[in-house]
């Protein structure tokens, strides 16, 4: 269940232009299940999607949902990054992040973390001790924003963004819930700055509720299904949980739920993005995303020459339950 919600009746309305037009499905695919960090699960949501769909998105994982057993949360390590942004999205759970740059805070549920590695950062991103010894319900999303050339080597940066400061929004019947958590849609802004122009919003369906969303042309539209069960595009394509549809040529996108939704799921929530495509060379390997194979050398130099900074003397760990 999402952590940040709100009354419907009491929000503004979308505003969906006469002369709109609705973008049609060009494809769907099944996020493969894996895992990453120390141990958590995941869905690679962009695989099987051409890069040029993805632009100026590198990478998403859909992490958990998954209920976890008291000692089990895990997350990732101190690890290093450089040339592109990250944006965490918590739905359930907390994690604890740190880097080597200054920043650090507790992201909540509903909130968000947007970082800037540009020129370079190391960071850790794990659940608070109390959350490993009791368990408890997990799920959120980490998203890979390129940094155009120009940008790849500013200073890193840290925002926490907590669920309050979203904009909300809703349908004209009030059946969808539309949170703007980066950019704007419609005229309704997200928090945060952003190096790259995009939009990033979980939206969220009563059973048999529809939306249309107005959406710039010239950005790309990636609509994930989170959880649930419905349709997406003009054609009213069947799209359900762990799927991805890429959607071309229009300035709205159409999404449905179906009447009849799973216990465990009971609306439909679709993590909807687009962003500008940058369209330059990218070459990504391991956590640097640069735009040559040469730029990703010097960059795992650099790491390793300590240029990325240092790990604080004070620095946070993975909690090992009876470490103590």
Sequence with gaps: MPAV?????????????????????????????????????????????????????????????????????????????????TFTYLIDGQFLHQD????????????????????????IETPPEKLVESGGLFHGVQLWINLPKAKK?????????????????????????????????????????????LAITHVTLAPGARVEIPWRKDFNALAYVLSGTGTVGVQGQPIKTGQMAVLVDGDT??????????????????????????????FQYGPFVMSTKAEVMEAFEDYQKGKFGQIPIDAIQPHRPNSN
């Design 5 to 85: 919600t709100a009354d419907t009746l009491t929000l503004p309305r979308l505003t969906v232009p006469v002369e709109a037009r609705p973008r049609k499905v060009k494809t769907i695919t099944t996020a493969p299940q894996g895992h990453e960090g120390e141990g958590f699960p995941v869905r690679r949501a962009f695989t099987g999607i051409p890069p040029e769909d993805l632009d100026p998105f590198i990478h998403m994982d859909q992490m958990g949902e998954v209920e976890y057993a008291p000692g089990e949360p895990k997350g990732t390590p101190w690890h290093p990054h450089r040339g592109f942004e």
């Design 253 to 282: 996108i159409v999404l449905q739920a179906s009447e009849s939704q799973e216990s465990r799921s009971p609306a439909l929530d679709v993590f909807l993005i687009g962003g500008l495509p940058l369209r330059e060379p990218v």
């Design 153 to 197: 080597r500013i200073a890193p940066q840290y925002q926490d963004l907590q669920g309050r400061d979203c904009s909300m929004v809703t349908s004209a019947d009030g059946g969808a819930l539309v949170r703007v958590l980066a950019g704007e849609i419609n005229g309704f802004s997200g928090p945060g700055i952003s190096h790259t122009p």
């Design 100 to 123: 080597s740059h200054g920043g650090g805070g507790v992201i909540l549920e509903g909130g968000t973390q947007y970082m800037t590695a540009g020129d370079g950062i190391l960071h």
